[in-house]
């Protein structure tokens, strides 16, 4: 299983930015994707999350509205549409899948939010 995100930076805010997660080695269109996040100093928290064919989708209550994930099934991709960025949003976001009794991570992007 590899998951790897892209997508992060530096944005003022107010600003967005979409992240993706390109996962290999599982079949993709099977499983429940979910994004995290981790700021400096604190514990990794739930952002969002999609059902396999993408017909069930939930968020954290501090982005609900500002946040969209969708998956692309066929290029085996999530994404993370971030809008209205407030500097809170700072963090380190990886993208999650559960296979198997074990947890699979990527290695995280960075999003930093800053005037």
């Known amino acids: 299983v590899q998951l790897v995100e892209s997508g992060g930076g530096l944005v003022q805010p107010g600003g967005s930015l979409t992240l993706s997660c390109a996962a290999s080695?599982?079949?993709?269109?099977?499983?429940?994707m979910t994004w995290h996040r981790q700021a400096p100093g604190k514990e990794r928290e739930f952002v969002a999350t999609i059902a396999s064919a993408g017909s069930s989708i939930n968020y954290s209550n501090s982005v609900k509205g500002r946040f969209t994930i969708s998956r692309d099934n066929a290029k085996n991709t999530v994404y993370l549409q971030m809008n209205s960025l407030k500097p809170d949003d700072t963090a380190v976001y990886y993208c999650?899948?559960?296979?198997?009794?074990?947890?699979?991570w990527g290695q995280g992007t960075q999003v930093t939010v800053s005037s």
């Open positions: 080695g599982f079949t993709f269109s099977s499983y429940v």
């Open positions: 999650n899948v559960y296979r198997r009794g074990h947890d699979y």
